[in-house]
C-alpha cells in the first residue's frame, strides 16, 4: 500500500484455498493508511456469521443463493460513504436516496421477499438442537453457526483425511480441518490425471463436483495450476453428511 492506495478489495475466504482471511486485522491495516476496504464474502457468508460492525469493514458483498437462499446479491456499505457515491438511476435521485439511487429498476418482489426463509432457517436450526434454553435473536444466530462450523469441521476431516494419504495428491490450501483456519471448500491436484478428467470419472457416480479456475484466474495462474487444467474443488456446507462423504471417496478410490 502506498499514500496513492484508495480501495483495498479483498476476499474473507477464497473460494479455491478455503482460507479465512483476519478481515479485523486488514480493516485496521486499510484505515490506518486512510484508504477504504471492500470484502468479498461469497464463500464465507454460507459458514459463518458475518458482522460488519466487528469487523469494521467499509464495504461487504456476497450471493444470498451461496447462504441458501434465492439468487440475489447484497451489498452492505456505511452510509456516510454510499451517500457520497454517485447513483446509476435516474438524474432526480438524491444522493441520500440510499439504496434507491443505485438500483437499476424496482425491487425482484418474489426473490426479496424468500430472503425471509433464511433468518428463519437459522433460528429453528437453534431451536431444533436447543429446544429448553431460550436465546436472543442474535444468540440464536451465533449459536446456529457454531454448530455449522463444528459439523462442517467434521466432514473437512473425514475428506482430507483421505486426501492426505493419497501420495499423488496436492491439496491447494490448508491440509487441517481446522474451522479456525478454513471453511469446507477443498481443493486439490492430481500429479498425473488432469482435474477435468478427474471430475468426468466422478461424474458418473452423479456427485457434483467441479474443476478449473472459478474465477480465481491469476491465483490458478499464480500457482502453476493451469496445467491440469484448474483445480478439482469439493463444496462441501453443512447440509452434505458423513455417508455421502464416504461415497465421494469410494468414487475417488476408483479413479486414483
Not at 80 to 96: A, C, R, V, W
Not at 124 to 146: E, G, R, T
Not at 170 to 191: C, E, W, Y
Request: net charge negative; charged share 25%.
Amino acid at each position: 500500500m502506498t499514500s496513492r492506495t484508495r480501495l483495498v478489495a479483498v476476499t474473507h475466504c477464497s473460494n479455491v484455498l478455503g482460507t479465512i482471511n483476519p478481515i479485523k486485522k486488514i480493516a485496521e491495516v486499510v484505515h490506518g493508511a486512510g484508504a477504504l476496504i471492500c470484502v468479498d464474502g461469497v464463500a464465507f457468508a454460507p459458514h459463518r456469521r458475518v458482522d460488519v460492525q466487528e469487523l469494521d469493514v467499509d464495504f461487504y458483498v456476497f450471493s444470498w443463493y451461496k447462504v441458501y437462499g434465492p439468487h440475489l446479491a447484497v451489498m452492505f456499505g456505511k452510509l456516510d460513504l454510499l451517500t457520497q457515491m454517485s447513483g446509476i438511476n435516474h438524474y432526480f435521485f438524491k444522493p441520500e436516496d440510499v439504496p434507491y439511487k443505485f438500483q437499476p429498476g424496482n425491487y425482484n418482489f418474489e426473490l426479496t421477499y424468500g430472503l425471509k426463509a433464511i433468518p428463519e432457517y437459522l433460528t429453528d436450526l437453534y431451536d431444533h438442537h436447543f429446544p429448553q434454553i431460550n436465546a436472543s435473536v442474535n444468540d440464536k444466530y451465533q449459536k446456529s453457526f457454531d454448530l455449522i462450523a463444528d459439523y462442517e469441521e467434521g466432514l473437512a476431516a473425514r475428506l482430507l483425511d483421505y486426501l492426505n494419504s493419497v501420495e499423488e495428491i496436492k491439496i491447494i490450501g490448508h491440509t487441517s480441518p481446522d474451522s479456525a483456519l478454513r471453511v469446507p471448500t477443498i481443493s486439490f491436484i492430481h500429479k498425473t490425471l488432469k482435474s477435468p478428467d478427474l471430475v468426468a470419472e466422478v461424474d458418473k457416480e452423479n456427485i457434483g463436483i467441479r474443476f478449473g479456475d472459478f474465477y480465481a484466474k491469476k491465483l490458478i495462474h499464480d500457482l502453476d495450476l493451469e496445467k491440469y487444467g484448474g483445480v478439482v474443488r469439493v463444496s462441501l456446507v453443512h447440509y452434505n453428511t458423513p455417508q455421502e462423504v464416504d461415497k465421494l471417496i469410494n468414487a475417488f478410490k476408483k479413479v486414483f
